[in-house]
């Protein structure tokens, strides 16, 4: 009896949680063989058909050297795409570099160098619209020209390639 009295609002929360999902995805009235978009397709490689020229090295202390993001190969005027939804938070010069900054869900922050930015700070992304195109002369980088694709939460350096593996996993600072 007790364990019955429990899941009556339990049964409410999850009826209430899933009640907005079947006016959205069904409309149509269709047979439902079009399943919804997994979840793992929130995430998109903002070099199309790149491949890693130098991993994601966390600096063993907050100040100590490292390599603080991944870096995608690519070509001079290659459009970059931002990886997920998010508001451009940041688009302009660092140190001599042009830089773009995504803010997205969850504290999350991705940042993309060098790019010569066709978003504004405060512009609306989508994931895989395009934010700018690569310039060349990265550090390090071994071919003509090579993304620096940097993710954070907060002040923690995360890989950024961990969002592209699915299933997604919990992101946690590298040791
Ligand atoms: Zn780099």
């Known amino acids: 009896m007790r364990a019955r009295l429990l899941l009556v609002p339990l049964l409410l929360v999850a009826t209430a949680a899933l009640a907005p999902l079947p006016a959205v995805a069904g409309p149509s009235g269709s047979s439902g063989a079009t399943a919804p978009a997994p979840a793992q397709a929130l995430w998109t490689t903002p070099v199309p058909a790149s491949h890693v020229t130098r991993p994601f090295q966390p600096p063993q202390n907050p100040f100590g050297a490292g390599h603080r993001g991944v870096d995608l190969s690519g070509s001079p005027r ?3 795409l931002a990886a997920g939804d ?3 938070v940041f688009a302009g010069m660092v140190a001599g570099r042009p ?3 995504i803010d997205h869900a ?3 922050r991705t940042t993309y160098e060098p790019v010569d930015p ?5 512009t609306r992304v989508t994931r895989g619209s395009p934010i700018g195109t690569l310039a060349a002369g ?3 980088c071994p071919v003509s020209a090579c993304l620096h694709w940097g993710l954070r939460r907060g002040q923690a350096y995360l890989d950024p390639m ?3 593996r699915p299933p997604r996993v919990r992101l946690l600072p590298w040791r």
């Open 106 to 108: 969850d504290g999350l």
């Open 78 to 80: 290659t459009q970059v």
């Open 162 to 164: 961990t969002l592209l």
């Open 99 to 101: 830089v773009v900054s």
């Open 86 to 88: 998010g508001v451009v």
């Open 118 to 122: 066709s978003v504004a700070a405060g």
């Open 138 to 140: 990265h550090d390090r």
